[in-house]
């Protein structure tokens, strides 16, 4: 059974990519006034409280344009992007204060330096991802990582010279060498180890909230197939040892540009050895342990945006309650 509708991998809107070549598509779009528009600053976007739960704030050109003003330096621009057309074929943009990279980390945010519009909030996507309609959730995530791909992809990576936006956003152009780079994606294996128990491993980062656990996870590297990715990573980690490895399912997360692939693995070897590096502990659980771990507030398990959250709930048979908000 694979994990449906994870919280990211969500989206309704056209991505209409037919269109990222035609001329002058941006400039056309953000003369018009029916053009609805994300303003974007890192990976913060206005949204409006609602009782059926937040909505993003999608802006005529001029009006997301006053809302960044102030979070735009003199003599710079905004970075404009086509997302793609909704049903009643109404254009969609990302405008994002530039160079403005959403942070890493976990733990609270910095209010961007300007004012949302009246009756809006400012929220980023780790925040309201899960909480956002299906449209909006997959429009926010596609922003997030756009704008952070072209935040920190300014220059050539052939010739080092400074590159131009090019395809409606979605590729930027070298006028020295003539190369074209395009947005990256980096593809990451994140795992629920169950042993012949049926216990889960869990680990833990040195630099993350105190009692916060999650599930192994790692890069795949150059020449290596996803399920030799989940092994490596889980006994480079650990030193448990794996052999069937099962698909899930994936969802984007753009920070600042990774697809979580979600796989569950069989261990045959359950010694645990932790690196010391990426890992500062780790341990087994089985479901009645961790129920009380929970409760005791001993365990803290990621947020409900992330796969993470998923894969442990996949394996233990139902959804989890517990505090998970306190180290969002």
């Not at 192994?216 to 990573?233: D, M, N, Y």
Request: hydrophobic share 40%; proline share 7%.
């Amino acid at each position: 059974m694979t994990l449906e509708r994870l919280a990211l991998a969500r989206s309704t809107l056209d991505r209409a990519a037919h269109r990222r070549a035609d001329p002058g598509l941006l400039e056309a779009l953000l003369s018009d006034p029916k053009t609805r528009v994300l303003a974007l600053h890192g990976d913060q976007a206005q949204v409006l409280d609602a009782a059926a739960g937040p909505r993003l704030l999608l802006q005529s050109p001029a009006e997301a344009r006053t809302t960044l003003d102030g979070a735009i330096p003199d003599g710079a621009e905004p970075t404009v992007v086509f997302l793609g057309q909704d049903g009643d074929a109404r254009a969609h943009l990302v405008l994002a204060a530039p160079g403005v990279v959403a942070p890493l980390g976990i733990g609270p945010r910095e209010e961007p330096p300007v004012r949302p519009a009246e009756g809006a909030r400012w929220a980023g996507l780790r925040e309201v991802g899960m909480l956002l309609d299906d449209t909006g959730a997959g429009e926010l995530t596609t922003a997030v990582a756009v704008a952070n791909w072209h935040a920190t992809h300014q220059r050539c990576a052939r010739c080092g010279d400074p590159t131009v936006i090019i395809l409606a956003g979605w590729a930027r152009s070298c006028p020295s060498c003539g190369g074209e780079h395009y947005p990256r994606t980096d593809p990451a294996v994140i795992m629920s180890v169950i042993d012949d128990e049926g216990r889960i491993l869990l680990g833990r980062q040195s630099r993350w909230p105190e009692r916060r656990y999650s599930t192994l996870a790692g890069f795949v590297e150059p020449g290596e197939s996803v399920e030799a990715a989940v092994r490596r990573e889980v006994a480079e980690e650990t030193g448990v040892v794996v052999d069937d490895v099962t698909y899930l399912g994936s969802q984007p997360w753009p920070f600042p540009s990774s697809l979580m692939l979600g796989f569950s693995a069989h261990a045959v070897a359950t010694a645990i050895a932790v690196d010391g590096e990426e890992l500062s502990q780790a341990g087994w659980w089985t479901r009645e342990e961790l129920t009380a771990d929970i409760a005791a507030r001993e365990v803290l398990l990621p947020p409900r945006v992330s796969i993470a959250r998923r894969l442990i709930e996949h394996w233990y048979g139902r959804e989890i309650t517990d505090a998970a908000e306190a180290w969002r």
